[in-house]
Every structure is written in structure tokens, then in C-alpha cells.
């Protein structure tokens, strides 16, 4: 026997280091051995594309010959390889692989379909040809290699994220045939382990120092060359994994996992193949591992698989049968969490359910949404609505401020609604199985002692690749080892049931999860975001007028088919890397694309709309009028004249009173001539009379306007500056002594890494306020329906601007139409608007309702939301009077002190070069009011610039008098959205959600002039409430709300006489 040496702790270390190392010391130690005999392929030969062709098609084109070492590409494009090779005789009875090593993602294909995807970043650089060659199997094959040029993360020039390089080249540096050595990866894997207990638990612990002498140990009997002494050396490892943990160990469940972004630095349609690669990987590893459970998220993707790789879609139900294979989620995307409209994440769920349920008997029961940049305080009733109240992501281990305190807890939504949430405690969804990995988890772990049980996804991601088998190997090897926590192969299922099981001591945290980075997405590309806020209009609408035609035209066919598809674009486009603005650019462009098409189709959908209500219509013939909003309203509208000419009208048109709520309203002529009688706007201050084309100097001598409609003041200074906003009842001025309001401010914006994403808060300090030149305001629209006055602005010397101040009668709030042309780098521009009110916090409108978050710096919690998010409108209000801010497409904003800010455009430079340069067009519109803002009409002011009256042109009589569909009693309850339910078998029911939007318990009488015959209440995927009948009064039913509550309903319809 050996005489024990004094071990010296980093020699030992290396020592072992050393004997698996893949660089050093390869023709003696045990990595070497990794491989034995092999080969070169008999053939090998290729083609180029610039398209994704479909393996069929791939095949029948002409191949070259090529050679190992040969360059293709450029980016994106994609080279086939077919792959001609003969094992040898010689190599029966032993495992082997193809070795194959290329830049770019490959997918093996055999036998015409897909078998395993190959990607050095992914580590999957072997296909296994035979686990065994058998005397029988066949000895020559043909294979294609289907290689992306792109690689897991996009061809960014220089770094990750960088904009793609397009003339990037790609090279395969290895094609071979070679015998896999199974013996030698397995004590791979246990050394490798074994090092990581030893590193990892430290020099002061004693199962460290076991976990070192054991693989010295190893080494000392183990010779690479003499296969035969690999059983002692595998003996040693099971003797020292063999001894167990105890009963109190914490549990970590693992799961396989593949986090595919839908698009980012890379298009949609690359995803497709990625997709495939990864899930075609999880198969394969699935068939080898029967206790192998795989999740995946995101319906879109698995309809993509679907169409292009049906095989695939095959095995991934039949493993899903079987419980290997595992959706999660529930929704279409991993939609971004705070952008989306309240309607637009409730068909999320219901598009992703659906599916969920139709392809693989389903619906799920975890909401999974590991890497999207903050979670709306609506997401918990949202999820409960959905059949969810389990909820899954780590995104807010990014935190750039503080740590976020939990890992396992519960999330109280707005309207108290609580869902089961957990964080992985490694803080990644993308694990690799390692002890460091696993010590990690329990070791972060910040509800210790009140839970026992973690998450641990593992497998490669963001770009794809998933899991290999050397992780599975790995956690499988460390089960139940003293020193370490226990691992079980498991499922979402059994993690969440196992956290509710002892659930009774978790905290609860309240209200959103804000994440304290990346604040930048809430304005990059900005032409995006109009489309998103553009195209939830467009589809609100829609639906809203088919509903109507349904109701009263027996003959109408509802359009179901055609809005599924173009919702689906809409929610494919929130995906989590789109409408934030953190893709590259071809991704952009097809985003755009995908808006062009929704407003293409759905400007189609809603005059198909109009013509069946006016159908049969006694009316003269001329515009219909649409209200799309659930109240009464009064405004000024433009209308087209003949030659493509439009003048202002006044809405009602016939009678005086108020427009139809959710209704119509006839317009007899062609265009309007003379207004209504009602206040005028006007313009003092003005240059000369109305109607002169050159108007003199104004008549006050500083250059300064002044519109006024007998509900607003306002006084523009000569440069366009707000120098005064007065609610003219009161006399109370809104813009705080000695400021201007209307003040545009560029900041500079470098970022620490992350472009498009961050605006970090020191870029505050570069505050710069844009001066504009005096006696550029000029008179506009003078006097009558409309006063305005327009002015241009140089921000620099390569961007400007141009704005029409424009302030209508009856209307509470003053309009600012924006027109920039942009070109700037690394630059930041917003709006200020310095208010005379003073309060500790602001209000934003978020998803069905609205939060407060601080004015002040107070804390650190405080100071890390110097850039926020908000949908149509922020507020900042004291008692007895506020000022509100609303917009028509914008999402960044703040409140710091008395200023409310709106961001209106960034120009970072990464991923996406020429990320919103170019041409945009916005409007906000500035609102101060008496008392609170519920009371004075900011909701309603809000989607009322959102949503403007339609004025549609009738093809043949339209209707001879307004008529209305639906009225509230309440103005605390907003009309969100009238649809035709979704099961087929509910052709004439509608669907109606509500919310409460004032934050108050309260009672809501439902008006309605459609024919009804039942109504009852379900949740957000149209299911009925068993107890949820509610009787019909006088064609109305009474509704309760609690604040901040989402209620939905379905009407059944009864058939019109036509």
C-alpha cells in the first residue's frame, strides 16, 4: 500500500484540473480519451442560399464539393451539407459519433427529417450514429447539415450586441467520424463534480476535503490508456456519492429548459429553425432519459414547429402525453410586461390557452416569464382570470439598485388578487448543471426557513440549444449527496405543489415588480410603440363594430378567423425583445410590416363593418359616425370634403346633445360648413385677420399666443413655450411661477453595455433644455371649432422639430401634434412640464387601472425609478386641483419633484444601428383640472385622444338617427371590450369586459339597446361562471366592482328580424 502523502490543497486542485483539462496535457490525461479511432467523412459537399428552404426542396439542388476548413456565408444566409461517410468494420460493438464543428447553428437531418441540432456555443458538437454498432446496422449514410450563418446569438460585429455584421463569414473546422468513449465521459462528469464540491464548499469544510481526496484518489488509480482501470477509479466516486444527505436538505428541482427569444438578435424567421434545433435535441435526450422532463413556453413557436416541422410536432405531443415534455406559460409569447395593453395580455393567455388546450389536452397552470423587463401590478388578476395562479421568472435578479428581498413569496396584484410566485435563487434559467450552480441556489436562497424547495432550470439559452446530456449526467449523479442539496429530475407541477405545501410562512409583496434596469425600452424605437398603441385601437374597433353589426344584422358573419390572425401578429409583435425596442433591425422592419398588415386588414374589417349597419337604412346618404367609447361625447372632428380636402365638424351632427355612447351617429352630407351653436375657440394675440395667408407681426409686441376656449387658457411664449395654463373657471394657473411648461430637453445617453435597453441615472445630469428662436409662433387654425398656433424648433444641427399647439372647443385638455425628424446618436428627448402642485407621489395609468410611485428620492427603492413607465396618461395632482400629461403612443415618462417629463425618443445605436432615426409623429396634450383626477374626466380625456370618433363613409344610406348600444351609470367603469365570445358554438354571444378604473368599490348598471336574451359572468377565457347569472331589468343588469377589478360577461344575442 501507498504511504499517505501530505496533500497540499492547490496542487491536488490542478493535479485533477490538469487530468480532465481539454487544453493541457490532452495526450496523456483523461479528456484525451474522450474519443478514440476516427475517420474523415467519405464526402462532403454543399450548397448556398439566401433563403430558408425546406429540407425537400434543399436537397434536390446542386451540391458542390467542399472541404473541411471552406468559408460561406454571408450572415443569414444558410449552407447545406451533405454529408457522405462509411463507418468502419472495425468499430462494431462501440458508440459513434459524427463530430462536426461550425460557426454557425446547425440541425442534422436523416432519414428526411430533423435528429439533433449542432452548436459550438450550445456544446453539441457530436451526432451519435449508433449508441452500439450492431453486425447489422447499416454501414453507409447520407446526412445533411442544415447550417444557419448566424450563430446562438446573431452576428453581432464586434460584440453580442453590436448591429450584425452582414458580410460575416462562416467556416466548418471539423467533419469526422469517431468512436465516444461512454467510460471515460462518465468519470468525466463524477471528477468534474467532484472538483466543483471541492472549490465550492471551501477549504474550512470537511466534505470539501473528502470530495478533493477522493478524485486525487482517482487520478492515482485511474490510467487513461488502461480502460480496464476505470471500475476501481468509478468505484471510488460511488463510494463517496453514496453517502446521502440528511432529511432537512433543501430540495432543488430540476428541469430541462430552453429559453428561445421569438426575435431579438436574430428574426422571426431564424426562430423557426431554432426551435427545431433545440426541441429536436430535447427529444433525442428525452428518448435516452425517461425521467427527463423538458418545459416550453410560448404557443407561437410551437405552431411554427408545427407548420414547418410536423414530424417533430408529432413527438413533442406524444412525449407530452407521457409527461416528458412539458408547455408552460399559457401564453402566446413571453410578451413584454409592462407595454401591452390590459386586453392585449388578456389574449395572450387566451390565444396561448387555447392552443395549449386544443394541441395537447391542456391549459397550463404556470405562468412562466423568466426574462421580460418588469411585471404590471395587473398581471396577478390577469393570470387568476386565465386558470394561473402559479408564476415563474428571475428577471428582477438584473436589479441594477437593490435586491429584491424574495425568492418564493406571494404577489398581491392592484386588486388584491394573490398569486404563488417563485425565483430561481441561481438567478438564471440557463444552468449547467454545475455543483457551483447548485451551491448557489440554496446559498441565495432569501426565504430560508420558510420554504425548502427551489427551481433549477438548466439548458442553454436566450439564442436556444437547451439541454445536453452531460447536465443531465451531472444532476443526475448528484441526487442525494451529503454536502449538497438534494436534486430530483422534476416538473413545474410538482415545484409548485411542493412551495404550496408550506406556503403558510411566505410574505407577500405588493403591487408591481418593477425591474431597476433596463428603463430605456420604455421609449427605443419608438415607431414601434405607435403601431402597438395604434393597432390595439385598430382591433378594439374592429370588434366593436362587427359586434354591432352581429347584433343587428342576422346576415353579418363575425370576421373571428381574420382577427385571430391579426391579433396573433399583434401579440407575436410583444414579444418581450419587440415592442420594447431591443432588436436588431431587420426584426424591426418586419414588425412594421406586421402593423402595415393589421392596419391594412383591419381598415378593410371596419368598412365591411359599416356597410352592414347601414344596410337597409332609410338615412340619406353620406359618413357614419362612430363613437367607439362607452359615454357620451362632444367634439370637434375632421371630415372629408370632395378633393381629398377635410373641414371641421362638430359631433352630434343632427340634433344638439351628446354623441351615441358605443354607437352611431349619422352624418347627412358630405362634409360640414357651419358648426353648432357652442363657445369658440379663439386666438388672441393673433397676427391678422382670419383667412390671411401672410399675416402681420402679432399684436403683442413680445410675439407671444394665446388660445382660449372658456374651459383652458393657454399662453404660448414666442418660442413655443407654455408660459401659462389657467383653468378658466377657478382662475388657478397650472404651471409652476417663474417656469415653462412645453420645454424640450436632449440628455445625453451612453449606457454602461446594454444600448437599447438602458438609460442609466447619471445621464440626468446632462440636462440640457433646447432654446428655441424668438417669433417663430405663428397663428394656425384662427378662431371658430379649432384655435392653434405652430412653431418650429432646431434641436440640433441635424434634428428639428415642428408642432402645432392646438386647443379645441369643449375640450378640457390642449393638444401638442409633434412632428420630429431624427437623427442623433446616443441622445435623449424629452418634455418637461414644471406644474404649481405639490405632492409626495404621482399617478400612472397602468393595465385596467393605475398606481402611485414616489416624487422624491427618499430611498434607494425611490431613486432607482428615476425613469418609469405609464400607457395613456400620468398625473400629478394635490388636493383640489392636478395637472395631467396624456399621450397617443408614448410609455416612458417621470415625475421628479413638480415636473412631469414625457420621453419621447432615444437613439441608441445597438443592436440596431439606425434604431429611430428618421421621421416621427406623436401627440400629447396637457390637462389641468379641478378636484381629483377621476373626478375631473382624465381616464376619459385619455382614450378619447386614443380613440377618436371614426368617421366612415357609408355605402349606401346610413342610418337616419343615432343609436347607442351600450351606457354605464357609472364613470368609475370603463367598457374595455365588446368581442363575439370565442367558441364556435357561441356565434351570437358577445363577450363584454370591464374594469373599475377609479380604485373604488362600486355598483355599475349595464344599459344595453341590443336584444338580449341571457347574460351571465366568465372569466377572462370565456368560461362560464356556474353562478354567475344575472338577471336582466328593462334591457339593463346591475354589476359589481371592487377597485382595480376586471369582470367579464357574455351576452347572448337574440336573432334580429333584419
Not at 380 to 392: A, E, K, Y
Not at 648 to 656: A, D, F, R, T, V
Amino acid at each position: 500500500m501507498a504511504t499517505p502523502v501530505l496533500k497540499h490543497w492547490r496542487t491536488t486542485l490542478e493535479r485533477v484540473e490538469k487530468f480532465v483539462s481539454p487544453l493541457y496535457f490532452t495526450d496523456c490525461n483523461l479528456r484525451g480519451r474522450l474519443f478514440g479511432d476516427s475517420c474523415p467523412v467519405d464526402a462532403l459537399s454543399s450548397f448556398l442560399t439566401p433563403e430558408r428552404l425546406p429540407y425537400e426542396e434543399a436537397i434536390q439542388q446542386n451540391f458542390s464539393p467542399a472541404q473541411v476548413g471552406d468559408s460561406f456565408g454571408p450572415t443569414w444566409w444558410t449552407c447545406w451539407f451533405r454529408v457522405e461517410l462509411t463507418i468502419p468494420e472495425a468499430w462494431v460493438g462501440q458508440e459513434v459519433h459524427l463530430r462536426w464543428e461550425s460557426d454557425g447553428e446547425g440541425l442534422v437531418w436523416r432519414d428526411g427529417e430533423p435528429v439533433q441540432g449542432l452548436t459550438k456555443e450550445g456544446e453539441k458538437t457530436s451526432y451519435v450514429l449508433n449508441e452500439r454498432l450492431g453486425e447489422g446496422d447499416p454501414r453507409s449514410l447520407t446526412l445533411y447539415v442544415e447550417v444557419a450563418c448566424s450563430g446562438l446569438l446573431g452576428a453581432g460585429k464586434g460584440s453580442m450586441i453590436a448591429a450584425p455584421d452582414p458580410e460575416k463569414m462562416f467556416q466548418v473546422s471539423r467533419a469526422e467520424l469517431a468512436v465516444f468513449h461512454q467510460d471515460v465521459h462518465k468519470l468525466l462528469v463524477v471528477l468534474e463534480l467532484l472538483l466543483g464540491m471541492a472549490k465550492g464548499l471551501g477549504e474550512d469544510n470537511q466534505r470539501s476535503f473528502q470530495a478533493l481526496y477522493t478524485a486525487n484518489q482517482m487520478v492515482n488509480v485511474c490510467d487513461p490508456a488502461q480502460p480496464k482501470t476505470f471500475s476501481v477509479a468509478q468505484a471510488l466516486a460511488c463510494q463517496f456519492f453514496g453517502q446521502h444527505g440528511g432529511e432537512s436538505q433543501h430540495t432543488l428541482h430540476a428541469m430541462g429548459h430552453c429559453h428561445i427569444d421569438t426575435a431579438w438578435l436574430w428574426p422571426f424567421e431564424e426562430t423557426v429553425r431554432k426551435c427545431a434545433r433545440s426541441w429536436v435535441t430535447a427529444v433525442q435526450l428525452m428518448e435516452r432519459n425517461p425521467e427527463f422532463i423538458f418545459v416550453c413556453s410560448q404557443a407561437q413557436q410551437l405552431l411554427w414547429v408545427k407548420s414547418h416541422y410536423p414530424g417533430l410536432y408529432t413527438r413533442l405531443q406524444e412525449f407530452a402525453c407521457c409527461g416528458q415534455f412539458v408547455p408552460v406559460g399559457g401564453t402566446w409569447v413571453e410578451m413584454d410586461g409592462n407595454l401591452p395593453s390590459g386586453e392585449a395580455m388578456v389574449r395572450q393567455f387566451l390565444q396561448g390557452q387555447n392552443f395549449f388546450l386544443q394541441e395537447f389536452g391542456k391549459m397550463c397552470s404556470e405562468f412562466w416569464l423568466p426574462d421580460t423587463f418588469g411585471y404590471s401590478a395587473q398581471l396577478p388578476q390577469i393570470m387568476l382570470g386565465c386558470g394561473i395562479g402559479r408564476f415563474l421568472t428571475q428577471k428582477l435578479s438584473w436589479n441594477l439598485v437593490n435586491s429584491f428581498p424574495h425568492h418564493t413569496f406571494f404577489w398581491e396584484g392592484l386588486d388584491g388578487s394573490r398569486v404563488l410566485t417563485h425565483f430561481p435563487p441561481g438567478n438564471s434559467y440557463g444552468m449547467q448543471g454545475s455543483v457551483e450552480e447548485v451551491l448557489k441556489t440554496v446559498t441565495n436562497n432569501r426565504d430560508k426557513g420558510r420554504t425548502n424547495h427551489s427551481a433549477f432550470l438548466f439548458g442553454f439559452g436566450d439564442g436556444g440549444g437547451g439541454p445536453t446530456q452531460t447536465m443531465l449526467d451531472r444532476l443526475k449523479r448528484l441526487g442525494n449527496t451529503d454536502g449538497l442539496p438534494r436534486v430530483q429530475l422534476s416538473s413545474p407541477g410538482r415545484l409548485f405543489s411542493a412551495l404550496e405545501s408550506t406556503s403558510g410562512q411566505l410574505c407577500t409583496w405588493v403591487g408591481e415588480l418593477f425591474l431597476e434596469l433596463h428603463n430605456g425600452t420604455y421609449t427605443s424605437q419608438a415607431q414601434i410603440k405607435k403601431g402597438n398603441r395604434e393597432c390595439e385601437r385598430i382591433l378594439h374597433d374592429v370588434e366593436l363594430l362587427s359586434s354591432l353589426a352581429l347584433a343587428r344584422s342576422a346576415q353579418f358573419l363575425y370576421p373571428a378567423a381574420q382577427l385571430q390572425c391579426l391579433w396573433r401578429l399583434l401579440l407575436l409583435n410583444q414579444f418581450h425583445d419587440v415592442v420594447p425596442g431591443s432588436c436588431i433591425q431587420l426584426v424591426a422592419e418586419d414588425a412594421m410590416c406586421h402593423y402595415k398588415d393589421i392596419r391594412s386588414h383591419g381598415n378593410k374589417l371596419l368598412s365591411t363593418a359599416a356597410a352592414a349597419l347601414c344596410a337597409g337604412e332609410p338615412g340619406p346618404e353620406g359618413l357614419l359616425v362612430v363613437n367607439t367609447l362607452p359615454w357620451k361625447r362632444t367634439e370637434v372632428l375632421a371630415l372629408p370634403k370632395p378633393g381629398g380636402a377635410h373641414s371641421l365638424g362638430m359631433s352630434p351632427i343632427l340634433s344638439p346633445g351628446d354623441s351615441a355612447q358605443h354607437g352611431l351617429c349619422p352624418c347627412p352630407s358630405p362634409y360640414i360648413t357651419a358648426a353648432p351653436g357652442a363657445p369658440a375657440a379663439s386666438v388672441r394675440g393673433a397676427r391678422a385677420p382670419a383667412g390671411s395667408v401672410s399675416r402681420p407681426p402679432p399684436t403683442k409686441p413680445d410675439g407671444s399666443v394665446t388660445l382660449d376656449n372658456g374651459i383652458i387658457r393657454v399662453r404660448l411664449d414666442p418660442t413655443g413655450r407654455l408660459s401659462s395654463l389657467v383653468l378658466v373657471a377657478s382662475g388657478r394657473e397650472a404651471i409652476a411661477e417663474g417656469a415653462v411648461g412645453n420645454q424640450f430637453v436632449l440628455f445625453d445617453d451612453v449606457p454602461l453595455y446594454w444600448d437599447a435597453w438602458d438609460v442609466m441615472d447619471y445621464h440626468l445630469e446632462t440636462r440640457r433644455p433646447v432654446l428655441g428662436q424668438v417669433r417663430t409662433l405663428a397663428v394656425g387654425t384662427e378662431g371658430g371649432l379649432r384655435g392653434s398656433a405652430w412653431f418650429l424648433l432646431q434641436l440640433s444641427p441635424n434634428s428639428r422639430l415642428s408642432q402645432e399647439v392646438v386647443l379645441d372647443v369643449g375640450c378640457p385638455y390642449v393638444r401638442f401634434h409633434t412632428e420630429v425628424h431624427w437623427h442623433e446618436a446616443h441622445k435623449f428627448l424629452k418634455v418637461e412640464f414644471p406644474a404649481r402642485v405639490q405632492s409626495p407621489q404621482a399617478t400612472y395609468e397602468i393595465q385596467f387601472g393605475h398606481l402611485q410611485r414616489p416624487t422624491h428620492y427618499n430611498t434607494s427603492w425611490d431613486w432607482a425609478r428615476f425613469e418609469v413607465w405609464t400607457h395613456r396618461w400620468m398625473d400629478l395632482s394635490e388636493h383640489g386641483f392636478g395637472l395631467a400629461l396624456l399621450n397617443d403612443c408614448k410609455y416612458g415618462a417621470s415625475v421628479h419633484g413638480n415636473v412631469l417629463s414625457l420621453s419621447l425618443l432615444r437613439a441608441p445605436k445597438a443592436p440596431d444601428a439606425f434604431a429611430d432615426m428618421g421621421r416621427h409623429e406623436f401627440t400629447y396634450a396637457l390637462m389641468p383640472h379641478k378636484g381629483s383626477f377621476q373626478d375631473a374626466g382624465v381616464i376619459r380625456a385619455a382614450y378619447t385622444l386614443n380613440f377618436p370618433l371614426l368617421a366612415l363613409p357609408a355605402p349606401g344610406p346610413a342610418p337616419a338617427a343615432a343609436w347607442s348600444a351600450f351606457s354605464l351609470s357609472t364613470p368609475a367603469v370603463v367598457l374595455e371590450t365588446v368581442k363575439q365570445a370565442e367558441a364556435p358554438a357561441e356565434s351570437r354571444t358577445l363577450l363584454l369586459r370591464l374594469y373599475e378604473a377609479y380604485g373604488s368599490h362600486v355598483d355599475c348598471w349595464l344599459h344595453t339597446s341590443l336584444l338580449v336574451q341571457e347574460a351571465v359572468l366568465c372569466d377572462f377565457l370565456e368560461r362560464r361562471d356556474p353562478a354567475g347569472q344575472l338577471p336582466l331589468s328593462d334591457a339593463s343588469l346591475k354589476l359589481t366592482f371592487s377597485p382595480f377589478q376586471v369582470r367579464s360577461l357574455l351576452l347572448v344575442l337574440q336573432t334580429p328580424s333584419d
